[in-house]
Each structure stands twice: as structure tokens, then as C-alpha cells.
């Protein structure tokens, strides 16, 4: 964590979400908010004296002009400038809402300057966690075969949510036995099939069955995950014999 | 708020323990509002709004599978299992089912208050069509990652909330 501090002059149009940036990404420990500084750039006073000062471009969101500034893969997909491949995508909402925030995050952002920069600086803490947790994700999974079923497993290191990636490589069912859960769930794609998890056979029954997941535990629900009833191998050839029995009817249905 | 789509029995419920807590705080009691471990949107909103309806209360954390029953007689369970004294909100949202039950007991809620409701709401149902990306689902999420905790994150959003309350005592006709 750097011990610099940077100022910044009030009047520089997106001083605060700036000023959050800094912190949240550990650029700098401290940051001024002062006229002593002119409008339009920020200046920088390393731990070690050294002072530097980036100029702003007018035209562009501060956010903007700080997240083309870095190469760090992590802070871009958090202000959602990259994917987790470390392509660049067209900017998604992160940097408009904080420039001109509305609704929920327009209620709940503090009154005074000094709260509203922490305040911006704890959401993107958790912006920058949730990009490396996705990044991770995206690399974890990008390997992970995806069977003859269109199946793929998630490993216990990836927190379910991930799912999605295994879905853009191509699979239509994921399983999972994350720690906290084990189950399995339907994408779109699979319920467009008219795949219903329902109607999977040998799933334990004290699990909860939804059209489009069948799990045990969860985050809001806890639950002991040596009573689950099955292994995470068990649930995958549960699965798999499943989508073997149902899958060939369902895309004949979706051919006709 | 779309009082029509909500299960009425879920709001007539509702509607019902506020008052009973109401009465037993006035009591002196001290009353409690339980929702799930690890909570959502839903889960902050329907116990912040429940917390300004009782005037401040005790927040208890539980499993979402678990209803709150007459074991505890002064609690009131919101976004868990349906039970004898808890409300799930499946058809909507826990939030907007305690928002219609606070509005039958003459609160009202300006358009900055209805939009939130609106939009936890949305999010709960999976109705939302392109989501904010600072909705309240992901501050929740965010606020927690960067280390608040969940009974801080509930008292922050009842606190900025409350201004755009007017309690039935307050309402000039």
C-alpha cells in the first residue's frame, strides 16, 4: 500500500469519484481536496518526495482518464473497460453511474465530500475484489472439459456464480460443490430445451428443486455439507445420466 | 407500488405483526426483526423498512430456510421462509410486501423511497431488464467485500432512508 497522497482541486469535474479511485486502488494513502492545486489535474507526492502531476483530459470521466492510465487487468474489468480475457469492451455503466449517480446509489451516497470519497472508495473495493474474483474465474475455467452432454463441472476453488463462463465456452448444465453448495443448474439454453430439473431422477430429496437448479445450502441458507446425501463425483454422473436420458428428446423437440 | 400483484395474506400479515411489535415495544419490550445470513437487497431493505416501522428493533440473523414461529413472540422474520410470523414476499419482494403493509398503516414513501422498493423488487424477481451497475444489490455486495458488516450496511440504508418516510403521525392532511 503506497503511503502518497495526491490533491485534488473541487472543481475538477469527478474529484471525488477520482479521489475514491486513488484510494480504493491503493495508489495513494491520503488524498487533499484543495484549491491549491489547479483544476483539471491531480497531483501526486510520493513516499519518497517525489511530486508529479497528471493532466486531465476534459472531455473524458475522470474515471475514464484514470482507468486508461493503467494496465493492471484487475482495476480495468473493475471499471468495466476490459473482459476477464483483457479484451477491451465499450465501457459498460460503472463509470456513467458514478459520474451521475441515480436512484439507490443517489440515496445512499453521504452528504459531506471527505464521506461520499469513502463511501465510492469502499464500493469500488469491492469492484476491484469482485473483477479479481472474476478474473480468476475466467482463467480457472477455461480449461475445464465440457463432456459429450454438454456438461461441465466447476471446481471447489470457483464459487458457482462463475457458472457463466462455462456457459459462453459452450456447456449447457453446470455442476458444483463449491464448499457452501453443491448442486446443479440449467442455463438459458438448457431450459429453452425444455430441460426442467424437475424431472432429473436420483438427485437426494431433501435437496431444493427449482426448474432450474437443484441445490443443497447456499449463503442464506447454510446448511452441513456432509449431509448432503451424495459426493460432488456422485452428482456429476447423476447428471450426466440424467442429460443422457432427457437431452436426446429435447433437442429433437427443439429440431421440430 | 402494485398492491394488486402481492399476495394480500403476505401484507394483511405483515400489516399485523408491525402492529403487534408496535404494541410490544410500547410495552417495553425489546422487539427483533430476523432475516437470512448473508443478505441480499431484499433482505437489508424489508428489515431496514421494518426497523423504521418499529421504531428501531433488534436484528437477528438465520437460515433463509427457516420460518419464525410463536417460539419467538417478539420477532417478526422478513425475506425467510413463510411462516406463523415471517414473510417470504416469493411474488414480489419481502421489501415491497413490508412497504405495502407500512403504507395500509398510513406511511408514506416519496418517489426516491417507492424507486428503491421498485428496484430491490426487480432485482428479486429477476424482472429487472438491464440492472444498474450500483444497484443496491451490488453495493450490499461491494460494502460487504470492502469490509462492513451486514447490521452496519442495514443501519446505513434505514438511516438514509428514513427521510423519505413520513410516519402516519406525521402525515398533514
Not at chain 1, 92 to 118: F, K, Q, V
Not at chain 1, 124 to 152: K, M
Not at chain 2, 21 to 38: M, N, P, S
Request: net charge negative; proline share 4%; with cysteine.
Amino acid at each position: 500500500m503506497s503511503e502518497a497522497i495526491a490533491s485534488i482541486n473541487p472543481e475538477t469535474d469527478g474529484h471525488i469519484e477520482g479521489a475514491a479511485w486513488l484510494l480504493a486502488t491503493g495508489r495513494v494513502k491520503t488524498v487533499v481536496i484543495t484549491h491549491g492545486i489547479r483544476p483539471g489535474c491531480i497531483r501526486i507526492v510520493e513516499e519518497n518526495g517525489e511530486q508529479h502531476e497528471l493532466r486531465l483530459n476534459s472531455k473524458l470521466p475522470m474515471l475514464l482518464n484514470l482507468g486508461l492510465r493503467t494496465d493492471c487487468l484487475t482495476e480495468r474489468v473493475a471499471l468495466g473497460m476490459s473482459n476477464e480475457a483483457g479484451e477491451r469492451i465499450n465501457w459498460d455503466t460503472t463509470i456513467r453511474e458514478l459520474r451521475n449517480p441515480a436512484g439507490t446509489l443517489a440515496l445512499l451516497l453521504p452528504a459531506t465530500t471527505d464521506a461520499r470519497i469513502n463511501y465510492v472508495a469502499d464500493l469500488l473495493r469491492g469492484r476491484i475484489q469482485d473483477a479479481e474474483e472474476r478474473i480468476a474465474a475466467y482463467r480457472a475455467t477455461s480449461n475445464i472439459p465440457i463432456d459429450e452432454f454438454q456438461h461441465a463441472h466447476l471446481p471447489p476453488s470457483i464459487r458457482r456464480h462463475q457458472r457463466r463462463f462455462l456457459y459462453a465456452r459452450g456447456a449447457l448444465v453446470a455442476t458444483f460443490a463449491d464448499g457452501e453448495a453443491m448442486g446443479v443448474h440449467l442455463s438459458k439454453r438448457a431450459q429453452k430445451l425444455g430441460l426442467d430439473c424437475r424431472d432429473f431422477n436420483g438427485l437426494p430429496e431433501h435437496w431444493w428443486a427449482e426448474k432450474w437448479t437443484v441445490i443443497y445450502g447456499s449463503s442464506k441458507a447454510p446448511r452441513p455439507y456432509d449431509e448432503a446425501g451424495i459426493t460432488a463425483d456422485e452428482l456429476q454422473a447423476i447428471v450426466r445420466d440424467n442429460l443422457a436420458r432427457l437431452l436426446p428428446q429435447n433437442q429433437e423437440a427443439e429440431e421440430e | 407500488m402494485a398492491l394488486a400483484k402481492l399476495e394480500a395474506n403476505e401484507v394483511g400479515r405483515a400489516v399485523s405483526l408491525l402492529i403487534d411489535l408496535r404494541r410490544q415495544k410500547a410495552d417495553g419490550i425489546e422487539v427483533e426483526v430476523a432475516t437470512h445470513v448473508a443478505p441480499d437487497a431484499d433482505a437489508i431493505l424489508a428489515t431496514a423498512l421494518s426497523a423504521i416501522a418499529l421504531g428501531g428493533a433488534r436484528i437477528v440473523w438465520q437460515s433463509s430456510d427457516e420460518d419464525v414461529g410463536p417460539r419467538h413472540p417478539n420477532r417478526m422474520g422478513v425475506d425467510v421462509r413463510a411462516g406463523p410470523r415471517s414473510i417470504k414476499g416469493r411474488a414480489s419482494s419481502a421489501a415491497e410486501v413490508v412497504a405495502c403493509a407500512m403504507q395500509r398503516l398510513g406511511w408514506q414513501f416519496d418517489a426516491t423511497a417507492m424507486e428503491v422498493v421498485e428496484e430491490v423488487t426487480a432485482i428479486d424477481s429477476a424482472k429487472g431488464g438491464r440492472r444498474a451497475a450500483f444497484n443496491l444489490g451490488q453495493q450490499v455486495l461491494h460494502l460487504r467485500a470492502a469490509g462492513w458488516n451486514d447490521r452496519e450496511t442495514v443501519g446505513y440504508v434505514a438511516g438514509k432512508l428514513r427521510s423519505h418516510l413520513t410516519s402516519p403521525r406525521m402525515v398533514v392532511e
